[in-house]
């Protein structure tokens, strides 16, 4: 049976929030963000301030040079958390196949659903109208056969548009697609393809195939079924966890011997979003010892002065204050430089409790992960 898949995207859904509720903040170049002057982040930031450049991650400051007249609120986490809250609400009424990707990201599986005539477009041009009445934003919708095909197709007329890929236009419209619109093809998977003459999914052919194979293993095999626009993986109503972390950009870069006191604050962080998250119903211990956390790994990640960045992961599970410090030293030793970022966290295990504690040993990584999902 030919499946309906819709994936849903908010446009620039916190600044999107900050303007529904101040009509001051209209009309003009607008960011939601850290302060440049304490080196902050851009967490996303309005169309205007994107046709300067500006964009998500970027630093404040270099933003605010970028665009001098932008605007930078801080965010209002509570206000976005209940605006995702109303919208997971109106796509619950279509399907309860909804898969949550972020806040502001879900994939509908409406194959089965008969409200709308069954037509996956009405539902859509529904849900994007309650969208808009009820919360007073706009989302972009993309429909089509399967998650890829939809996720792809919502970025296509963003902001506040609607896009059908029918099954008959895929092999039309894949060759054109560049590599880079790939999921998990990131900015060092996409050199290695570039490398190997792979720039638009038209240069994977047979040949090609074989060698991603070989390259790559599973991802490689995965890359060139999503390059054909085939994707057989289900809508998932509840997508496990697969990480908790925390993370500071620190206001002034710090030297290796000086990090102690931020390491301590992250872990402690991290602790608490640990048991928080535990508070609300995630299980993270053994059902034989209710004090060992089941976590498959834990990791750091480090972003030195010039920008280089480096994650340091390990299947020791001890998830101690130590182990954090004995990433922190190998991921530091490969670039020796001051220390802007840190990070810490823990990948939970894909079926809590499975995992045998006592088998698993010290293995570091070397270097951040082409393919890892983080
Ligand atoms: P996105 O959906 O990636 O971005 P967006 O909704 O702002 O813009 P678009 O129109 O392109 O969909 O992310 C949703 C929210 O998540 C975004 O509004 C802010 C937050 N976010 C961050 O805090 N940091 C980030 O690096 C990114 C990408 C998003
Ligand atoms: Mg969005």
Redesign the pocket.
Known sequence: MQRKIIHC????????IEMRDNIALQGIPLA?GGDPSRRGVI???N?EARAFGVR??MASAYAKKLCPQLRIVP?SMEK?RIAAQQMRAIFEDYTHLVEPL????AFLDVSSTRLCRGSATLIAEEIRRRVSAEIGITV?IGISSNKFLAKIASDWK??DGLTVIEPSQVSAFMPNLPVSSIPGVGRKTLAKLNNIGIHYCSDINSNKKIELIQRFGKFGQRLSELAEGRDDREVQPHRPRKSISVEKTLDQDIAHDKSEPVLSELYLRLCERISGLSKNGLSFTDSSSKETPIFSSIFLKITFNDFSKTTVETSDQSHSLSAYRQLLDVGWKRYQKPIRLLGVGVRLSEAPGDIDIMSCQLDFFVDESVIGSH
């Open positions: 995207d908010a446009d620039c859904f916190f600044a999107a939601v967490a996303t930031c169309y998500s991650a965010h976005y972020s806040l502001d990201e972009s963003k902001p």
